[in-house]
């Protein structure tokens, strides 16, 4: 009997190591099994990332055409504005579109450069804005404006709550940027830039990487944004004159001041100074946005190009996400 006992032990004692090396193994096996996954996953997300470089150069090229085409004057012509292109890979597939990244209302406006500090308010810039935030029906538009310009500025005077003092006793404590936005998600960050005004504003505004007065190109701007156009004139121009003149754009596009503000739709309009000069012909700063599907993954990639004065074209940022 105690024979069987200690038979029956053993036998018990076999089973349960057998059992804890199994779990073992499988514990093994599964790291084994997760470690190759990432390793693939590590693998395809490097070289999906490799093709979208490759179709970051292939867009610096097509800008090069577009610039070489006129030095002067980016127009329309070729239907590029946009337009989405793909490329076949092995695996996969790149999708990249080009657009003219100026066509919009820069907010880093809303303050200037100055010698005496990094970033000072900008009456004009400020007054813009209001302006297209008021077009789009926007609640308290000059408001928002000002409250955007004391975000930027980089003192700390300013209207009370504006400053580092309003947004330091808030829920979530927090100083101003004292400094340009790098993207327009940021604005989400100031105060009175909710949910609903921020889904308004949005497809008509941008973070250029300039303080600069918003350098639209007339010639490639959207006739549903030439809203912009009444809002830089401060209403002079009204939306509906804004949209007959773009819809009036020549098949190549515009070459001179004269020759825009000459239009009928535009007649009587007196611009303020430094407006006119906010008109461009030439487009200045280029957006790339690009996709790459491979192996049932995706990868996305925006790119900002600067065209500079002698037309050399150079990358001024890139985020491996998608613009909001």
Request: proline share 5%; aromatic share 8%; charged share 25%.
């Amino acid at each position: 009997m105690r024979r069987g006992r200690e038979d029956g032990a053993a036998l018990l004692t076999v089973l349960l190591m057998v059992a804890v090396i199994g779990i073992i193994a499988v514990g093994v096996l599964e790291d084994i099994r997760f470690g190759m996954r990432r390793s693939f996953n590590a693998q395809i997300g490097g070289q999906a990332r490799w093709y979208a470089l490759g179709g970051e150069q292939m867009a610096r090229a097509r800008i090069d055409q577009l610039l070489a085409r006129d030095p002067g004057k980016t127009s329309l012509e070729g239907d590029w504005n946009g337009r989405s292109v793909e490329f076949p890979v092995e695996g996969g597939v790149i999708q990249a579109r080009v657009g003219d990244a100026t066509g919009c209302f820069n907010l880093n406006s809303v303050v200037e450069a100055d010698q005496g500090e990094p970033f000072r308010r900008r009456e004009l810039g400020v007054r813009q804005l209001a302006s297209l935030l008021e077009l789009l029906g926007a609640p308290n538009g000059p408001d928002l404006a000002e409250g955007l310009a004391q975000w930027i500025d980089s003192n700390d005077v300013g209207p009370p709550g504006l400053e580092d003092d309003g947004y330091a006793s808030g829920k979530v404590p927090h100083r101003t940027a004292g400094g340009p936005l790098a993207e327009v998600s940021e604005l989400r960050a100031v105060r009175g830039f909710d949910a609903k005004v921020y889904a308004l504003l949005r497809p008509y505004v941008c973070a250029l990487p300039t303080t600069d007065l918003s350098p639209v190109n007339v010639n490639t701007l959207p006739e549903g944004r030439a809203v912009l156009l009444s809002a830089f004139t401060l209403g002079a121009v009204s939306p509906e004159n804004a949209r007959r003149a773009i819809a009036g754009r020549p098949a190549g596009g515009w070459s001179d001041l004269e020759a825009f503000w000459g239009q009928q739709a535009l007649a009587g309009a007196a611009p303020v100074d430094g407006v006119r000069d906010q008109i461009r012909f030439r487009t200045r700063y280029f957006s790339l946005e690009s996709r790459v599907g491979l192996a049932g993954g995706e990868t996305f990639m925006t790119s900002l190009f600067e065209a500079g004065p002698t037309n050399r074209v150079r990358l001024v940022a890139r985020r491996w996400t998608l613009e909001e």
